[in-house]
């Protein structure tokens, strides 16, 4: 089985910064796209961010520019750099992870979520 451990949430004020991380554990073979989304109240689940094995970022609209992903293949682990946090960025983040499981358990190919970390920007 394949967990994802979220961490780095919190309180900050508008304005202010977080680094998010997420890191995987378990039966890895390797990993292919790791990526953030979120969700506040009364609203649905939203792709943030997501990164390649290879690097390549894609970003929503609403934090280009503010919001950095990152990883490090040797770690299993994936970050996320919030600056310049919005009110609007009150959410649970959820880390989400594309794994293959080694071939000695099936080399399967799946999708992993985290359990969450709070973020809320207030002041």
């Known amino acids: 089985q394949v967990q994802l451990v979220e961490s780095g949430g919190g309180l900050v004020q508008p304005g202010g910064s977080l680094r998010l991380s997420c890191a995987a554990s378990?039966?890895?073979?390797?990993?292919?796209?790791m990526g953030w989304y979120r969700q506040a109240p009364g609203k649905e689940r939203e792709l943030v961010t997501v990164?390649?094995?290879?690097?390549?970022?894609n970003y929503a609209d609403s934090v280009k520019g503010r919001f950095t992903i990152s990883r490090d293949n040797a770690k299993n682990t994936a970050y996320l750099q919030m600056n310049s946090l919005k009110p609007d960025d009150t959410a649970v983040y959820y880390c989400?992870?594309?794994?293959?499981?080694?071939?000695?358990?099936?080399?399967?190919?799946?999708?992993?979520w985290g359990q969450g970390t709070q973020v809320t920007v207030s002041s």
């Open positions: 378990g039966s890895i073979g390797w990993i292919y796209d």
């Open positions: 989400n992870a594309e794994v293959r499981m080694p071939l000695f358990l099936g080399g399967s190919i799946d999708n992993y």
């Open positions: 990164i390649s094995s290879s690097g390549n970022t």
